[in-house]
């Protein structure tokens, strides 16, 4: 029962994030950068949460590699601010990362946005060390385009949506796949 909770919990805290980063976006001066903030916070809380239950389910160490490695990709693929890039990006790796998990399935698919948050922090600052290193100029931030706010929500959305339709074409083709352990797990 506390993994479940746990787990919705983390959850609703990484869709409340996403929502708050995504009004700040919209908002300028000291309002904005506050609610970012808040929102940034509640991100990395919703992270650790999510890791918390992750460790108890006590996963293959590939499976965490295989995290680790999704969400480093999307990190350096897919900008805080762009649609398409985000509907490619967190569809197939929910959906990848849903397919490897042999169980709590949901629960890897959210994983994904969750930690790209940090992970796109270690690889903005990377790149900018890189353009600063070459003499290049190297800004972290850029002026966000106005579909910008959407974004975030839409990082989990995907995800979740990609592990979704893991987890259901799993659940309808067991029987030429082969049994896979678990299930979807606690109900996610």
């Known amino acids: ?74 990190a350096f693929v897919v900008t805080p601010s762009a649609l398409l890039p985000t509907l490619l990006g967190f569809v197939p790796t929910g959906f990848l990362i849903a397919w490897l998990a042999p169980r709590d399935r949901l629960l890897w698919a959210v994983m994904i946005p969750a930690w790209y948050l940090p992970a796109h922090i270690g690889t903005a600052v990377t790149r900018a060390a890189i353009r600063s290193a070459m003499g ?13 706010s959407f974004v975030p929500l839409l990082m989990v959305i995907c995800a979740v949506a990609g592990g979704y339709l893991a987890t259901m074409y799993l659940a309808r083709h067991r029987d030429r796949v082969g049994p896979r352990t678990g299930g979807s797990g606690s109900g996610n």
């Open 136 to 148: 290049s100029d190297a800004p972290l931030r850029t002026d966000p385009p106005p579909t910008a």
């Open 1 to 74: 029962m506390g993994k479940v909770v746990t787990f919705r919990s983390g959850s609703a805290l990484l869709l409340l994030a996403a929502a708050m980063v995504g009004i700040a976006i919209v908002l300028e001066g000291t309002s904005g950068r506050l609610i970012n903030g808040a929102g940034g916070v509640l991100w990395f809380a919703s992270a650790a949460n999510l890791l918390i239950v992750a460790i108890r389910t006590r996963s293959p160490a590939w499976l965490w590699l295989a995290l680790v490695g999704l969400t480093v990709l999307v």
